[in-house]
C-alpha cells in the first residue's frame, strides 16, 4: 500500500480531533459509547456548517461489510483507505485477505 494521509480519530480530552497520519486502513473498533460519541460530534460539526469535517469523521465509523463490497468494486480499495473509511467490519466478515484482494 502506498504512502499518504487520511484522517483518524484520536482521543484527547474527552473530544475527538482530525489529524494527519500515514496511510493504513481505518481498522478500528468502535465501542458502542464510542460511536455514540462520534456521531455526536458529527452532528455538532453539521450544525456548525463543517460538512467536509463531519463527512471525514463520519467515514471513520464501520459500514456493513456488504456495502464495503460494493464500495470497494465501484471505488477500489485504494480510494478507500485514502478517504479513511473505516473497514473493519469487511476484514471481519471476508477476512484479512479482503485488503489485499
Known amino acids: 500500500m502506498g504512502l499518504g494521509t ?3 480519530i484520536r482521543w484527547s480530552k474527552s473530544f475527538l480531533r482530525l489529524e494527519e497520519a500515514m496511510q493504513e486502513p481505518n481498522l478500528k473498533h468502535f465501542s458502542e459509547e464510542e460511536r455514540k460519541l462520534v456521531v455526536q460530534q458529527v452532528m ?3 450544525d456548525e456548517g463543517k460538512d467536509d469535517e463531519a463527512d471525514a469523521l463520519h467515514r471513520t465509523l464501520p459500514l456493513p461489510a456488504e456495502y464495503l463490497q460494493t464500495l470497494k468494486e ?3 480499495l485504494e480510494a478507500l483507505i485514502e478517504k479513511g473509511v473505516n473497514l473493519s467490519t469487511a476484514v471481519e466478515k471476508y477476512g484479512k485477505n479482503w485488503l489485499a484482494s
Open 44 to 46: 455538532a460539526l453539521i
Open 74 to 76: 465501484c471505488m477500489g
Open 6 to 8: 487520511f484522517a483518524y
